[in-house]
C-alpha cells in the first residue's frame, strides 16, 4: 500500500541565530501534524533527513522531535543520510516504512543548522561530503567549479546561461515568502564579476552559489487506504534513487549521468515524459547544476542546456517552470531540509496552495534532490489523488 | 513479504591502521555477497549503519561501497544513523525496503574506523550522541558513570557484579576469532582498582568500558520467496524499535525503559518470553548497561540484575548465555557496525554455524542494540527457517 503526503510544514528558511537545531526540527514538525489534522501520539514512526558533519554539536538528532510532545515517546525515530540529498533520504525511507506496513503515519523531517559556524567552518563541514581518497581538501565550490570548468572546455562557455538561471531564481524567491534571499538581481549584476560578486572558484562566481541556511520542513504520510480522511492527498506516480561511484575520477563530469539515471526512472515508473511535468523543484547548489539537470531531466540534449535558458522554458511563465520557490540559490539550502523543503513545494503546487508560487494548474511536479556531486541522485514525481 | 537473512559478512574486530573505511565497508561487504552466492549486481537497494561524526573524514560514506565493484553502479545506496544503533538502523531500513517491494536483494553494511583519532579525540566525537542541551561536555563514560551511581544508589554497589560481567565477556571472547581482545581477565583485576585498571570515571574502572574499535559486518537479505535457493536463511520472529526522549533529565535513569518497551514489543510480536530465548547479543557499552538490560530483558526485577550474575545465568553454559561472542566488551565496539555484527553472530547462532561460540541446539536467539545512554533501542528475535 503506497504512502500518500497529507500534511506539510516548513520554516522560514535564512539565518536563525535564536532557533536551535532542535527547535527548527520541532517547530517543522509541528506544522506538519496540526496541518494534517493529527495529534502527535498518532504518529507510527519518524524520519529525520540531516547531513551535521559537526555544524553542530547534537550527532545523533533523531529524537530530538520527541521533546516536542510526549505522546511521541518510544516511536521508532531514524536519522538518514545521503549528503544535501538526506532529505529526500527521509522521504524514501519513510514511504519503505509505510509501504512495508510497518507503520500508517509517518512523519518526515529534514532540518540543517548551520549559521552557528562561519562560511569557512561550514565549507569544511559540507566537504566532508566529497572523497577523501583523492579529493581531500576540495570545496563544494571548487568541485562544481571543476565541473563548470570541464563542461565549458567541452560545450562553450556558459557564463551568461548561469548568470541567467541565478537571475531567475532570485526572482522567483519574490514570490516564496519563506526564501531567504527575497531580493531581485540584475543579469549584469550576476554577469560581471565585482567587489559585491566576487569570482568564488573559476568559473563560478558569488551569485552561481547556493546559500548558507537554517531551516526545517516536515511532511506528515499516511497509508493510501486512509488519505481519503485527509483535505489533501499527494501520492508519488513515481520515485527513484540511484547513487553513482563517489569519486569522481570515476564519473564522467561533463553529465551528471545519476541525475540522468534517477529521473529516467521516475518517468518510466510514472509512465511520463519530461514533456508532462508541469513544474520542477531542482537541485541547484550551484547554477552550473540546474543547467546540468535540465540536460538529465531531458529538457535539453547533453551541452545543450543553455538553449532551456535561452528559450525561457524553466522560467515562470515558461513551459516547465523550474524552481519556482527560489530554489537553492534564493530559497536556501539547509542542505538536510532541502529534499523535505522540495517536495513540501511540489506537493503545494499539485494542490493549488502554492500561493504567489503557484503555477496555475500544475497537476505533475518533479522533485530532484542531489548530495555531492552527483552522488546520490532521488527524483519523485508528484500528483494530487483529488 | 518479509526479508529473510541469507548471507553475513564480518571483519576483524580490532585496530586496523592499515585499512580505510573505505576498505572495511568492502571487506564486509564482499564477504557477504560471496557466502549468499550472489553477484554484486543482483542486489537492488544498500544500507550503510554508520556514526562517524568526524572520527574520519568521510561524511557521505554510502556510496563508497560502490567501489567494489561495478555491477553496484546506480544501486540506490543510504547511510542511516542512530548513534551505537545505527547498525541496527540500517538492519531495519533494509527490511523495510523489502517488506514494501522496494528491493528484493539488499546489502546491509554496518562500518566505523574509529582508531584515526587518540582517544580523547574519539570520545569528544561519541559525546556528539548526548544531548547538546544540558549534556554539552560530558563524556560517554561520564553518562553510565551517572546512571551507575544512581543505579547504586537505589539498589546498593553493583560493582562486583560489574567486574564479573567483565570477566565472562572477555572469557567468551577467547572463542571468538574476530574478537578485539582474546585474553581472560582475573575477577580480582576488574573488581580493583589498579594502575592497569585505573577508575574512568567512577564508579566504573577502564575493565567496565568498552573499546575502541575499528570493524565492519554486513548481511545480505532477500525476500522470503526466493530464501529457499540460499544455503542459509534466517527469520525475524519479532523486531521493534523505540525511541526515548534525548535528554536523560526527562527519563528514570535506574532502568533502561526504552529497553524493556522495545524488547517487549519484540517478545510479543514473537509471542515469547525470556525463557524461550537461547542466548543473546546485548548492547555492553558499559558493563552497568549489560546490568540494566538483563532487567529490560524479564531476566530479573528491576534492581536485581546482580543475580543473574550471582546465578550465572547469562554465563556459556548458563540457561540464557549473554554475549558469547564477548559483547563490546571485549569483541569491540566500531559503533556503526555493532548492531549489524550483532545480528551476524545471532544468526550464526541459529543456523549452528557459530564455531566454538556456539551455544549447541539455540533456536532463538536476541539481539539487543541501544543508541545513547538508552535512547534508540532495536530489539530483533532471529530463528532459522530449516
Not at 169 to 198: G, I, W, Y
Not at 277 to 285: N, Q
Not at 331 to 358: D, N
Amino acid at each position: 500500500m503506497d504512502a500518500k503526503i497529507v500534511g506539510w510544514g516548513h520554516t522560514a528558511f535564512g539565518v536563525h541565530k535564536d532557533k536551535t537545531l532542535e527547535a527548527l526540527i520541532q517547530e517543522a514538525a509541528a506544522e506538519a501534524i496540526e496541518m494534517a489534522g493529527l495529534e502527535p501520539a498518532d504518529i507510527d514512526a519518524i524520519w529525520l533527513g540531516h547531513f551535521n558533519n559537526r555544524m553542530v554539536a547534537d550527532a545523533f538528532a533523531s529524537s530530538l522531535v520527541l521533546g516536542l510532545d510526549d505522546g511521541l515517546r518510544f516511536k521508532p525515530a531514524t536519522r538518514v543520510e545521503n549528503a544535501c540529498a538526506s532529505g529526500s533520504a527521509a522521504v524514501f525511507a519513510a514511504r519503505d516504512a509505510i509501504r512495508s506496513g510497518a507503520a500508517r503515519r509517518v512523519l518526515v523531517i529534514g532540518a540543517e543548522k548551520m549559521t552557528e559556524l562561519d562560511t569557512p567552518g561550514v565549507t569544511e563541514a559540507l566537504a566532508g561530503a566529497s572523497y577523501s581518497g583523492d579529493e581531500a581538501g576540495m570545496s563544494f565550490p571548487q568541485i562544481f567549479a571543476r565541473i563548470a570548468s570541464g563542461y565549458f572546455q567541452a560545450f562553450g562557455d556558459q557564463s551568461e546561461a548561469l548568470a541567467r538561471i541565478a537571475v531567475k531564481n532570485h526572482r522567483n524567491a519574490l514570490a516564496n515568502p519563506l526564501a531567504q534571499m527575497r531580493r531581485e538581481v540584475t543579469f549584469d549584476f550576476c554577469n560581471t564579476v565585482s567587489e559585491k560578486n566576487p569570482m568564488i572558484a573559476p568559473p563560478l562566481r558569488l551569485t552561481d552559489c547556493s546559500l548558507i541556511t537554517d531551516g526545517a520542513a516536515a511532511l506528515v504520510m499516511v497509508a493510501e487506504d486512509m488519505a481519503g480522511d485527509f483535505a489533501h492527498a499527494v501520492g508519488f506516480r513515481g520515485a527513484a534513487q540511484a547513487n553513482d561511484f563517489l569519486p569522481m575520477s570515476r564519473r564522467d563530469m561533463t553529465e551528471l549521468t545519476g541525475a540522468r539515471v534517477a529521473i529516467g526512472r521516475a518517468y518510466d515508473e510514472a509512465g511520463v515524459t519530461v514533456n508532462d511535468i508541469d513544474t520542477a523543484e531542482v537541485h541547484d547548489c550551484f547554477t552550473i547544476a540546474e543547467l546540468m539537470i535540465y540536460e538529465a531531466m531531458g529538457l535539453a540534449p547533453k551541452g545543450r542546456g543553455a538553449e532551456v535558458v535561452a528559450e525561457g522554458i524553466a522560467e515562470r511563465g515558461g513551459r516547465l517552470p523550474v524552481n519556482l520557490s527560489g530554489g537553492l540559490k534564493a530559497k536556501g539550502h539547509p542542505v538536510g531540509a532541502t529534499g523535505v523543503s522540495m517536495h513540501v513545494l511540489a506537493a503545494r503546487q499539485v494542490t493549488g496552495t502554492a500561493g504567489e508560487m503557484q503555477r496555475p494548474g500544475a497537476e505533475l511536479a518533479l522533485v530532484f534532490n542531489m548530495g555531492g556531486s552527483g552522488v546520490a541522485n532521488y527524483c519523485s514525481i508528484l500528483a494530487a489523488e483529488r
